[in-house]
């Protein structure tokens, strides 16, 4: 499958450098790149995209003003911010965008009503005449620390129920749990010998240990065993709770055997 792909980005190497990512992920992409608001317009204009990827500052353009523009011509769009430099507030005051908000909360944002909103959300500059009124961003989490916001608008007021958002709420926690896998893949010698999920060795790392293990008992010492663990039902809990829940339970299962000191 070919990705159609609008890159906002004023530096045509961190451009291909997406690009190449992507491709070495097994994603093909067809990348038009674009550094300002005249450009981005008629490049969305000129065809359809299936994603849009832009930097946070560019010299002659902003993020804000392309996730502004984006939501005006093409609301179903999915829009995602691919930048080094992302300024967090220490106040909620200093806020400036909803990203920035869940960014330094690590909270939920929810807004279903922007027409009205209070003064400090209505003046962040993404919501300044914005053709949604409904807006909800979710934190994305790796190790504890929000690392992101999944942000979803509609053009409705009241658009987001408590079910919707229970919902979304699963949804951040797939893709949370999804960069933490990625982060960690990026640690090759570590994957190498290590369950990215669990951090349990793998079966040549464990086999491994237990030879060198039962090589190096003494006589007088218990006999080595081996215990198998199978956990029942872990479909189930995936199917009415979401993968992450069963990831969890995992984890929650391979951080018990480390308490024990002679575990492989």
């Not at 990705?3 to 190449?20: G, I, K, N, P, S």
């Not at 620390?145 to 409705?156: I, K």
Request: charged letters at 25%; one cysteine or more.
């Amino acid at each position: 499958m070919l990705v159609r792909m609008l890159c906002v980005e004023d530096v045509e190497t961190d451009a291909e450098l997406v690009v190449l990512r992507l491709r070495q992920d097994g994603i093909q992409c067809d990348s038009t790149r674009v550094e300002t608001d005249e450009a981005f317009v008629a490049a969305l204009r000129e065809r359809k995209y299936d994603v849009i990827l832009s930097d946070f500052s560019l010299p002659q353009f902003d993020g804000m003003s392309a996730l502004a523009l984006a939501s005006r011509e093409v609301p179903d769009i999915p829009f995602i911010f691919v930048s080094g430099v992302f300024s967090i507030a220490q106040r909620a005051e200093e806020d400036s965008s909803v990203t920035g908000r869940v960014l330094r909360t690590g909270e939920v944002f929810l807004c279903n009503d922007i027409a009205h909103a209070d003064e400090t959300i209505a003046a962040f500059p993404a919501l300044r005449n914005a053709s949604f009124q409904s807006i909800v961003a979710l934190p994305l989490t790796v190790d504890g620390t929000t690392v992101g916001a999944m942000t979803l608008t509609a053009q409705d007021s009241n658009a987001i129920t408590d079910e919707e958002l229970a919902l979304l709420g699963e949804v951040a926690a797939n893709l949370s749990f999804a960069l933490q896998y990625f982060e960690k893949e990026n640690a090759v010698q570590f994957l190498s010998f290590f369950d990215s999920l669990t951090d349990l060795a793998k079966r040549v790392l464990f086999c491994e240990r237990l030879a060198s293990r039962l090589t190096a008992r003494k006589a007088e010492e218990p006999q080595a065993a081996v215990a198998v663990l199978d956990v029942e039902h872990l479909s189930i809990i995936n199917d009415s709770y979401g993968r992450h829940a069963g990831d969890h339970l995992l984890q929650r299962i391979a951080a018990s055997t480390w308490r024990s000191p002679k575990a492989c």
